[in-house]
C-alpha cells in the first residue's frame, strides 16, 4: 500500500509557474514509477508526465513538453511536477499516481494503482 498526498496547488495567472508536490507514505517509494494526471472540469483525465524508479527516465504529454518538468527524490519519498508557462486550458485538478508496472515509465491510468486526492491548479488570463 502507498498513500499519496498532492500539495502546491493553486491560483496564477497565465505565465506563471508553481511546484506540485507528492508525498508518499507506505511501500519503498523507489519501487514504483510515478506519475502525474490532470482532469479539468468535464473532462477525461490525461496524462502529463511520467518518471521511472531512479529518476533517470521521464516522458510528457505533447501539451505540456518544454513547460512542465517531473523530478523525484527518493530520500525524501517525493516526486515534483514544475509547471511553467502556465495557460488557462492547465487549469485541472492534478493527480500523483504510483504504479508498479514492470519497464521505466507508464503514460496509461489504468497501470497506476495508487492515486493521491488532487490539488487545484487554476489558470487566469
Known amino acids: 500500500q502507498v498513500q499519496l498526498v498532492e500539495s502546491g496547488g493553486g491560483l496564477v495567472q497565465a505565465g506563471g509557474s508553481l511546484r506540485l508536490s507528492c508525498a508518499a507514505s507506505g511501500r519503498a517509494f523507489s519501487d514504483y514509477i510515478m506519475g502525474w494526471f490532470r482532469q479539468a472540469p468535464g473532462k477525461e483525465r490525461e496524462f502529463v508526465a511520467t518518471i521511472s524508479r531512479s529518476g533517470s527516465d521521464v516522458d510528457y504529454a505533447d501539451s505540456v513538453k518544454g513547460r512542465f518538468t517531473i523530478s523525484r527524490d527518493n530520500a525524501k519519498n517525493t516526486v515534483y511536477l514544475q509547471v511553467s508557462s502556465l495557460k488557462p486550458e492547465d487549469t485541472a485538478v492534478y493527480y500523483c499516481?504510483?504504479?508498479?508496472?514492470?519497464?521505466?515509465?507508464?503514460?496509461?491510468?489504468?497501470?497506476?494503482?495508487?492515486w493521491g486526492q488532487g490539488t487545484q491548479v487554476t489558470v487566469s488570463s
Open positions: 499516481a504510483a504504479s508498479p508496472s514492470y519497464g521505466t515509465r507508464t503514460y496509461l491510468g489504468r497501470n497506476y494503482a495508487y
